[in-house]
C-alpha cells in the first residue's frame, strides 16, 4: 500500500496539492508512519482559486503561508468517513479545528468530500471539492 505522498503524486485529479505539498516540503512528513487524514483538494477546488493567487502561494518566498494553508488540510490520525458521522470538529496540523458534517454528503469546514476513503499505508486521503483556507 503507498503512503499519503505516493498516492497525491500518481494521481493527476490531485495534481495542484501534489505541487503544493511539495512547495510547502510536506513530503517527507506525509511519507512518515502517521497515521493522517488529508482533506485533499481537487482540481476543481483550485480552479475556484485565480489562478495568480496559486502562483503567488507556490512561490519560494510565501512558503510559511502556503505550509499554514497546506497543515490546514491535514488531521493527526485515520478518520474514515465511518468516523467522521461520529465527530463534530478535529484539530488541523495548523492547529485549528476544522467543522465536520455528515447530514447528507460528508463536509469539513463546508468543503464537500468528491472521493472518500482513500487507504494508504500511514491514513486516509479524502478528495475535496474547496480549498479550506485557514481562519
Known amino acids: 500500500m503507498q503512503t499519503i505522498a505516493e498516492i497525491t503524486r500518481s494521481v493527476p485529479a490531485l495534481r495542484t496539492m501534489n505541487a503544493a505539498m511539495k512547495a510547502a516540503n510536506m513530503f517527507e512528513e506525509l511519507s512518515g508512519p502517521g497515521p493522517f487524514t488529508v482533506f485533499a483538494p481537487s482540481e476543481t477546488a483550485f480552479d475556484k482559486i485565480p489562478r495568480y493567487a496559486i502562483f503567488e502561494l507556490l512561490r519560494p518566498d510565501t512558503r510559511k503561508q502556503l505550509l499554514e ?63 479550506i483556507p485557514p481562519l
Open 69 to 131: 494553508t497546506m497543515r490546514h488540510h491535514v488531521v493527526r490520525g485515520k478518520m474514515m468517513t465511518g468516523d467522521v458521522r461520529h465527530m463534530t470538529t478535529a484539530t488541523t496540523l495548523q492547529g485549528q479545528d476544522v467543522r465536520l458534517e455528515s447530514d447528507h454528503d460528508y463536509t469539513v469546514n463546508g468543503a464537500k468530500f468528491v472521493i472518500a476513503d482513500i487507504e494508504c499505508s500511514n491514513g486516509v486521503i479524502h478528495v475535496i471539492d474547496t480549498v
